[in-house]
């Protein structure tokens, strides 16, 4: 009687593959991830807007019963900064790992240029037409913000696009990027003496925030809004795509996918405390480092489960069509978002922190995602046109995944109190 015949035994996967190659592989679950902090930080706008939220910077109230959780989502400009330095360093770290030549830096800096420039041209002239139409008749005043340089001069961001001080931050690094990559791409072969190099960059962000909440700095200097004081997250994420690369700690990781999310909610939780502050106070050195370390843990946390090559977990619940659709235009929700507030505002009448969240929150998102749409097909899609058709780029150094934060900017962390 012969054996009956027998499945073959399932290979385990290697560490490596483990984990999404985003360089080659677009990841849905980092869209989706994005998805939620564009929505994290249109509630801490509206938050404001509506006085659920306090802030010192713009002199709005005491908050309401919803600012201790809604006066943290600042942590969604963390969480598009790491995501920006894990999709951006992918090929840098998967060049070092091959020992193959660095992606051109020509090419990335243009293809990052004709990602963000348009659609945030569009937005920044729209802004100050409709709500600072002066500006329009002074050359600095209109081409300070068109380059970006609105966040090196005190009190000089438009209405309408506060929020951009972080698209500023993220546009200088970049500019330093490829700069980083050329500094670390002869310790790639050794992850240990990468990490070690981008610890160092941590502890410059640590400097910054001390330096930035000194009495002597004064509340909201310019310095708070400079790449210094986020390069950490930057770090960070550039930390997570080397040993992405490497399949480094993505065992355990897949084992336990909701682990980190475990750890994030804990971390936020301690975070929406009185031990960050309150945030109709500028805060104190203490309060700012505080709240420095656990936006980054945070961050890390929430992001760290997505590089993985699985349907389980958090990545399967962020790949969902939904939170992966709106992430894809998260660019756009971010750079409208602020347009609509203050839109809303002018229409309705009503000063700053006396809108109802319940009405405002809503509203922002939906007129939001609409504009959104309509300028990813009228802009954003053509800009990518455009530079598919300037140059061919290999799988292997595709630098075209990551959207920008900013990310979707919020307020930076320098000024945790609920400025906007």
Do not use: K
Request: glycine share 8%; proline share 9%.
């Amino acid at each position: 009687m012969s054996a009956s015949p027998t499945a073959p035994a399932r290979v385990p996967a290697s560490p490596a593959q483990l984990a999404v190659d985003t360089s080659r592989t677009h990841a849905h679950a980092l869209d989706g991830m994005r998805a939620l902090a564009a929505l994290m930080v249109i509630a801490l706008h509206t938050g404001i807007y509506s006085g659920q939220v306090a802030s010192s910077w713009l002199g709005i109230g005491h908050g309401g019963a919803l600012g201790p959780v809604l006066s943290r989502f600042t942590v969604g400009v963390p969480i598009f900064f790491v995501l920006s330095g894990l999709l951006l360093y992918r090929p840098y770290a998967n060049a070092g790992r091959d020992g193959a030549p660095r992606p051109p830096t020509g090419r990335y800096l243009w293809h990052r240029a004709l990602r963000i420039l348009p659609a945030y041209w569009a937005v920044t002239l729209v802004a100050l037409a409709a709500f600072t139409p002066d500006a329009l008749t002074h050359l600095w005043a209109t081409v300070r913000p068109l380059a970006l340089l609105h966040i090196y001069q005190a009190n000089v961001i438009p209405a309408g696009i506060t929020q951009t001080w972080s698209l500023a931050t993220e546009a200088s690094f970049y500019v330093l990027l490829p700069l980083l990559a050329l500094a670390l791409h002869p310790l790639l072969r050794r992850p240990a003496a990468v990490l070690v190099a981008l610890g160092a960059l941590e502890a410059v962000s640590v400097a910054s925030v001390v330096l930035t909440h000194l009495p002597s700095a004064g509340p909201y200097p310019a310095a708070g809004f400079w790449l210094p004081q986020y390069i950490g997250y930057f770090a960070a994420g550039m930390a997570l795509a080397v040993l992405a690369s490497r399949g480094a700690g993505l065992g355990a990781l897949a084992r336990h996918p909701w682990a980190c999310w475990g750890v994030a909610v804990a971390a936020y939780a301690v975070e929406s405390t009185p031990l960050t502050g309150s945030t109709s106070v500028y805060p104190t050195v203490p309060q700012a480092l505080l709240q420095h370390l656990l936006d980054l843990v945070v961050a890390v946390a929430l992001v760290a489960p997505l590089v993985l090559r699985t349907e389980r977990g958090p990545a399967r619940l962020l790949s969902h069509r939904v939170p992966a659709r709106l992430g894809r235009i998260s660019y756009a929700v971010f750079l409208w978002h602020m347009v609509v507030v203050e839109t809303f505002l002018r229409l309705t009448g009503e000063p700053a922190g006396s809108a109802t969240f319940a009405v405002l929150f809503p509203a922002t998102v939906a007129v939001t995602v609409l504009i959104a749409v309509a300028s990813d097909i009228l802009i954003e899609r053509p800009a990518r046109r455009l530079r598919r058709s300037t140059a061919v780029t290999p799988r292997s150094t595709r630098d075209d995944q990551p959207e920008p934060v900013t990310a979707l900017g919020g307020q930076p962390p320098a000024a945790r109190d609920g400025a906007a």
